[in-house]
């Protein structure tokens, strides 16, 4: 079993930054790919950026060119820079791990951590 914790969540005003922070334990040999998902009260949960084990990234339109993945396999962690945040940007971030290495889908979360972005 992976367990994950997010950490780096906070109020923010409109134009500032955070870093998200994720680190993984237990069964820490069988993740591949890791990503950063968010939700908003009563809408589905979606994809803000995913990394694999070698560095290969993907972004959500809304926040290619402002937040960064990364991840540093050594520690089994995953980041999530975020800047020119937007009030929009608001929302529960979870931190996803799964053994393949481009899922759809995740097997295992983090509890997520709360981002919120005054205007």
């Known amino acids: 079993q992976v367990q994950l914790r997010e950490s780096g969540g906070g109020l923010v005003q409109a134009g500032g930054s955070l870093r998200l922070s994720c680190t993984a334990s237990?069964?820490?040999?069988?993740?591949?790919?890791m990503a950063w998902y968010r939700q908003v009260l009563g809408k589905e949960r979606e994809l803000v950026a995913g990394?694999?084990?070698?560095?290969?990234?993907k972004y959500d339109d809304s926040v290619k060119g402002r937040f960064t993945i990364s991840r540093d396999n050594a520690k089994q962690m995953v980041f999530l820079e975020m800047n020119g945040l937007k009030p929009e940007d608001t929302a529960v971030y979870y931190c996803?791990?799964?053994?393949?290495?481009?899922?759809?889908?995740?097997?295992?979360w983090g509890q997520g951590t709360q981002v919120t972005v005054s205007s």
């Open positions: 996803a791990a799964d053994p393949r290495n481009d899922p759809i889908g995740y097997d295992h």
């Open positions: 237990g069964s820490i040999y069988s993740i591949n790919a």
């Open positions: 990394i694999t084990r070698s560095g290969r990234t």
